[in-house]
């Protein structure tokens, strides 16, 4: 069975700092791409940033640039999001992503998401 599980959401007050976790299982998690992605109401879920496999190469949303940090451990079938310097625009609900793709099909599976709310 699948799982992504998120965690490390919650409130945090402006120019403060969260870490999100996403354990992964049921899958070759090292094979996998992984992303976060982020979802406010009434707009589109948003691409906040990704990681290779082992590369490990990563790409960020400009809006998070300098600010957010992902990174993966594949030993412990977990990718992270570092949040620093958090602002009211960061708030949305933030979602874990693992995708891999083949000559013959793509194998893609979501978490079930984690709210991050930042407010003073």
Sequence with gaps: ????????????????????????????????????????????????????????????????????TISRDNFKNTVYLQMNSLNPEDTAVYYCYARRTSPRDVEDYWGQGTQVTVSS
């Design 1 to 68: 069975q699948v799982q992504l599980v998120e965690s490390g959401g919650g409130l945090v007050q402006p120019g403060g700092s969260l870490r999100l976790s996403c354990a992964a299982s049921g899958f070759t998690f090292s094979r996998y791409s992984m992303r976060w992605y982020r979802q406010t109401p009434g707009k589109e879920r948003e691409l906040v940033a990704g990681i290779g496999t082992i590369s490990g190469l990563t790409t960020y949303a400009d809006s998070v640039k300098g600010r957010f």
